[in-house]
Each structure stands twice: as structure tokens, then as C-alpha cells.
């Protein structure tokens, strides 16, 4: 019942009550959602697209119509260069991520093809690979899948940056693949 009390008098005063909100609490609501996006899932990364190009839109917009209007720009200017700090790290963490698991799944198909070439056939699995445990550290965080059910080797992981696609090695041209559900 105060809410409703309070409300006829904040409306009439806007200025007031904007500035009884200081920067920092103006912020909280734009820090909490970057880092729940910073803490996505290492195959993840396409869900900041969509949020990014909303941001750009949005501050490409309303800065111009701001600047034109003589109203003020820090409190906007504050929020897109948090937001333009926050998408620079999240989009560096998962090109690093993109880049590690590249490595990894090429280190492992190297080491897959090396054992052909000494047995004759392919493993059967990864662990005759004699991989180190940081290397199959790697190759669960990224989760590469090797099966071999029947001589004909299928070696995957799920591309980063794409929804519901992989990264596969095709063992005859000898190179990695993206393939599209």
C-alpha cells in the first residue's frame, strides 16, 4: 500500500528520484546479465549473437536520438561501454575456447592417424592412444567423441559458435568438417 502512496509523488519528480539511484546501482541490473553470460557453457557462444546485435541496435539508436534531444549521455554511454567490454571478453573467451578445442581434436585425430600408420588399423578407443591426463582433461572439457564400431573411425566435438552442429574429422581427405543437423 505505501508502493501506491509513494508512486503519484516519484512521478511527478523524475529528476529526483533518477538521481537517488547512483551509477553503480544503475549498472547492477546490465553486470548481473553479462556475467550470466560470461558464464555459459563452453559450447555456448551463440547465444551472446542474438543479445549483441540487440545491444548494438539499441545503442545505435537511442545515443543519436539522445545526443539529438540535449539530453544527458553518460548514464547510456556508461552502460554501452560496459556492455562493449563485456561482449570483447565474452567473445574473446570463446574464440580461446574455439582455438583449444581445435587443438585438442587435431592433436588426438595426429595421434589417431600415427597409429594407423604403426598398427595397420585404427584404435578402438581413445585410451590406446596414450593420451596424458591433461590431454584427456581436454578431451572431456571439450568433449571429443571417438567411436570405431565397425574399422570405419568417427572422431567429433560440438562446434562452439554454432547451435546443434559439429566439427568432424573425415579420416579419408584427412581433415576436419563441419556437420549440420
Known amino acids: 500500500m505505501s508502493s501506491l502512496l509513494l508512486r503519484p509523488r516519484l512521478t ?7 538521481c537517488r539511484r547512483g551509477p553503480l546501482r544503475q549498472l547492477v541490473p546490465t553486470l548481473i546479465l553479462l556475467l550470466t553470460l560470461c558464464c ?16 548494438l541496435f539499441y545503442y545505435g539508436l537511442n545515443l543519436p536520438l539522445l545526443y539529438w534531444r540535449h539530453q544527458p549521455l553518460r548514464g547510456p554511454l556508461r552502460h554501452g561501454l560496459l556492455w562493449l567490454l563485456g561482449f570483447s571478453c ?8 574455439a582455438s583449444q578445442a581445435d587443438l585438442t581434436a587435431s592433436d588426438v585425430s ?11 588399423r585404427y584404435p578402438a578407443g581413445l585410451d590406446q592412444l596414450g593420451l ?38 573425415d579420416f579419408t581427405a584427412h581433415h576436419w568438417r563441419l556437420s549440420r543437423y
Open 110 to 120: 595426429q595421434r589417431i592417424e600415427a597409429y594407423r600408420q604403426i598398427q595397420g
Open 132 to 169: 596424458s591426463p591433461q590431454q584427456w582433461q581436454g578431451v572431456r572439457a571439450f568433449r571429443l567423441h571417438y567411436i570405431n564400431p565397425t574399422g570405419l573411425p568417427r572422431l567429433t566435438y560440438p562446434a562452439t559458435w554454432i547451435v546443434l552442429n559439429r566439427m568432424e574429422y
Open 40 to 55: 555459459l557453457p563452453r559450447h555456448a557462444g551463440f547465444i551472446a549473437l542474438p543479445v549483441a546485435l540487440f545491444c
Open 90 to 97: 565474452l567473445f574473446a573467451r570463446h574464440a580461446w575456447l
Open 12 to 18: 511527478r519528480n523524475h529528476d529526483a528520484f533518477a
